[in-house]
């Protein structure tokens, strides 16, 4: 491997960093300000409704859920409509990760059902201009991605 082989991935592994702390940061964000929409189904409904306030989506799975077919297709129509629509879209693993980001629980007793959390939109009302660092880094990585023909990047959120 040359040097400049050895620098280029360094730059892209400190880049991949810095996008997902950039996510973490978006996503707790967003939840606190109230701009985050949880679940597969709840997240079709927001951009039936309303799909110019949604600014990010952010799609969920983990390897051992790769050949659940039903989530392949929601997510394939969710997409769809985020292509149609010019919504960029993320896809992350991490599951445990995202949970915690989010203060989910961390075993559900029973009583109370778990959150979906393989489809999360980030929104901004029309009335408001809420910029977030995170947003800002998510948005330029995606448009990257784009640029590099990759329509839905990839970002590992890392356990801690």
Sequence with gaps: MTLEELVACDNAAQKMQTVS???????VAAQRQDRLTVGVYESAKLMN?????VVLCLLAIDEEEED???LQIHFTLIQSFCCDNDIDIVRVSGMQRLAQLLGEPAETQG???ARDLHCLLVTNPHTDAWKSHGLVEV????????????????IPLQER
């Design 111 to 113: 009583t109370t059902e």
């Design 21 to 27: 702390a950039a996510v973490e940061e978006l996503l």
């Design 139 to 154: 948005a330029s990585y995606c448009e990257e991605s784009r640029e590099n023909n990759q329509w839905v990047p990839y």
């Design 49 to 53: 409704v309303d799909p110019d306030s």
């Design 68 to 70: 659940d077919i039903a």
